[in-house]
Structures are given as structure tokens and as C-alpha cells.
């Protein structure tokens, strides 16, 4: 998924990658050690640069979780133009896949993007609605991509017609957010192998037509 962040002027490559990078490390340190292990001095020495530096890249720190997120979004959901893929139903499998840990170990990112989705929208303590109206902008962004994805598996008779799009990807993301929830909550129950044949099967009995 393209950038959502919210400036002025969107970012040039090199600027881009320059922030890709610190989110990226600031990913893995999420992954590691919670919300806790980020902090400007732990980001800092991971990137190898002064803290003034990570400082003036993302000056608070909503704006650090806001752009991590994003990044976190970007890795393991649609990116632009996936929506136009020549098998659909192929597709959706696909980008539905990287948000269940079906690797070993899972990818850093989905740790980080629930993290930081429970730190913004169930934690009293430290909820912030500017962060919360973010991600849910991020994430209606790419539930049009999704969508489109669905409606045309179903135009080119890949998926049965029958089925509300949006109900069914409502229930794809429910199977995909509850293998996440079972696999980070219960890692020696719910490993990748059985993840991946729990996903795989959910989701092709998701797709079955209506009886």
C-alpha cells in the first residue's frame, strides 16, 4: 500500500526510504520487546545515528507510531496495483496470507501492526484518537483494494457470486485476526504448519458457494 502519512507534501524516494528504514527498525525492536522497546534511544542505536536524528525525522512520538504502523501495513498488506491481478482469487490468498503467521518465525510486522492497533484502540491509558483516525484510514484504503479484488474473482467466476463481498472479506479478516491472535497467544499450540493448513482450509471453506 502506497503512503498514508500525513504531511504536507509527500515524501521523495530517497526521503521515503530514509523513513522506511527507521520503520523498519522500529518494526523489529516492536517484534522483540512490545511498544515498551521503542524508544528514540534504542531506534537511535539500532539505525546507527545520534537521537536528534531520529528526533527530526518523527518529532513525537505519535508520529513515529503513525508512520510504523503505516509501514507495518504496507509489509504484510495489499500493495498498490495487486487489486489488478490477472487471477484474483489467487491474489486475495496471497495478500490475505501475509497477515497470518504462517512463517517461522512471523513476520515482525504483524506483531508491531497489533501492537500498535491495541496500544491506539483498546487501551484506555494510552489511547490517542488522532492515531486511531490513521489506522482506520489506512486500513479503509486498503479495504477498497481487498474489495476489488473480491468483485472481480467473482466477475471472472472464481469465487461464487452469491457471496457479499464485503461480508466475506469481513470473514476472511476475522479467520486471518483470530489465527494471529492464537498463534502470538499460544505459540507451542498453534504453530506455523498448522496455521498455514487451519488458513488455507478456512479460507477455501470461506470461498465455497452458499448453500
Known amino acids: 500500500m502506497s503512503s498514508t502519512t500525513r504531511t ?21 525492536l516492536i517484534a522483540e520487546g512490545g ?15 545520534s537521537v ?5 525525522e518523527f518529532p513525537s512520538r505519535l508520529e513515529l507510531l503513525d508512520a510504523t504502523f ?20 489467487e491474489k486475495l490468498f496471497e ?12 513476520d515482525p510486522s504483524i506483531r508491531a501492526y497489533f501492537e500498535i492497533l491495541s496500544d491506539a484502540t483498546r487501551n484506555p491509558a494510552t489511547r ?16 477498497k483494494r481487498y474489495l476489488e479484488l473480491v468483485r472481480r474473482a467473482q466477475e471472472a467466476g472464481e469465487i461464487d457470486p452469491g457471496h457479499d463481498p464485503q461480508v466475506l472479506l469481513d470473514l476472511i479478516w476475522s479467520l486471518g485476526d483470530g489465527l494471529c491472535i492464537a498463534a502470538y497467544t499460544y505459540p507451542k ?7 498455514k493448513a487451519l488458513w488455507t482450509e478456512g479460507f ?8
Do not use: H
Open 189 to 195: 499450540t498453534f504453530t506455523p504448519q498448522r496455521v
Open 70 to 89: 503505516d509501514r507495518a501495513w504496507s509489509r504484510a498488506g495489499m500493495q498498490e496495483g495487486e487489486e489488478k491481478a490477472d487471477n484474483p482469487r
Open 95 to 106: 495478500v490475505c496470507s501475509r497477515a497470518v503467521p504462517v512463517e517461522d518465525p512471523p
Open 204 to 211: 477455501e471453506a470461506l470461498l465455497a458457494p452458499r448453500s
Open 35 to 49: 511498544l515498551a522497546a521503542l524508544t528514540y534511544r534504542r531506534l537511535a542505536t539500532a539505525a546507527g545515528v
Open 8 to 28: 504536507p507534501e509527500q515524501p521523495n524516494a530517497l526521503a521515503r526510504a530514509k523513513r522506511d528504514t527507521i520503520t523498519d527498525l522500529a518494526i523489529s
Open 128 to 143: 490517542n484518537p488522532a492515531t486511531k483516525t490513521i489506522i482506520t484510514e489506512i486500513e479503509l484504503e486498503g479495504e
Open 52 to 56: 536528534g536524528a531520529i528526533q527530526n
